[in-house]
């Protein structure tokens, strides 16, 4: 059974940081794609960041490329992503997500609450 | 970027009522288009991938449309546990975007 954790989230003050973990099992971890999609507080979904099996290639949104970086470890079926310079707006759930056929994500982790105020 | 727009932003249905949803890509995204859905504090639910590939162990009322910039999610026949937001994604290019969502809530 594909299973995704995610932790790390919390409390934190603008401009400090914090690294988000995702703890994978139940599949090959190293030959997916793996994603954080984030939610803001009664808003909609908003794709963040993915990086290929081998973490070769990597992606970001707009919004958080230079101050995120997303990373894994294929010895420890672990999916990372640090976050610095944060502000009021990153405060969301962040999910971890499996990649599927076409890119679509077809696990989701149950998400990491990140709250960002002073 | 690739902006995706989905209508209606929300709707009322009853059990039964067959339901429709689009999604309007902001240029051709192929079939890269993804549907999920959503429930209050649950993590997103993978429906329908690739435009019409129902996604395994996903009941067989759901079906998916279109290709290149238009898109069509259908519920043949809405059930009780059917109530929840819907999101499209399209998976053409990075950022991956999703539409705003469609909210389907009891008649």
């Known amino acids: 059974e594909v299973q995704l954790l995610e932790s790390g989230g919390g409390l934190v003050q603008p401009g400090g940081s914090l690294r988000l973990s995702c703890a994978a099992s139940?599949?090959?971890?190293?030959?997916?794609?793996m994603n954080w999609v984030r939610q803001a507080p009664g808003k909609g979904l908003e794709w963040v960041s993915a990086?290929?099996?081998?973490?070769?290639?990597?992606y970001y949104a707009d919004s958080v490329k230079g101050r995120f970086t997303i990373s894994r470890d294929n010895s420890k079926n672990t999916l990372y992503l640090q976050m610095n310079s944060l502000r009021a707006e990153d405060t969301a759930v962040y999910y971890c997500?499996?990649?599927?056929?076409?890119?679509?994500?077809?696990?989701w982790g149950q998400g990491t609450l990140v709250t960002v105020s002073s | 970027d690739i902006q995706m727009t989905q209508s209606p932003s929300s709707l009322s249905a009853s059990v039964g009522d067959r339901v429709t949803i689009t999604c309007r890509a902001s240029?051709?995204?192929?079939?890269?288009l993804n549907w999920y859905q959503q429930k209050p504090g649950k993590a997103p639910k993978l429906l329908i991938y690739?435009?019409?590939s129902l996604q395994s162990g996903v009941p067989s009322r759901f079906s998916g449309s279109g290709s290149g910039t238009d898109f069509t999610l259908t519920i043949s026949s809405l059930q009780p546990e059917d109530f929840a937001t819907y999101y499209c994604?399209?998976?053409?290019?990075?950022?991956?975007?999703f539409g705003p969502g469609t909210k389907v809530d009891i008649k």
């Open positions: 997500a499996k990649g599927h056929l076409g890119s679509s994500l077809d696990y």
């Open positions: 139940g599949f090959t971890f190293s030959s997916y794609f």
């Open positions: 240029q051709n995204i192929n079939n890269y």
């Open positions: 690739a435009a019409s």
């Open positions: 990086t290929s099996g081998s973490g070769g290639s990597i």
């Open positions: 994604q399209q998976s053409y290019s990075t950022p991956r975007t």
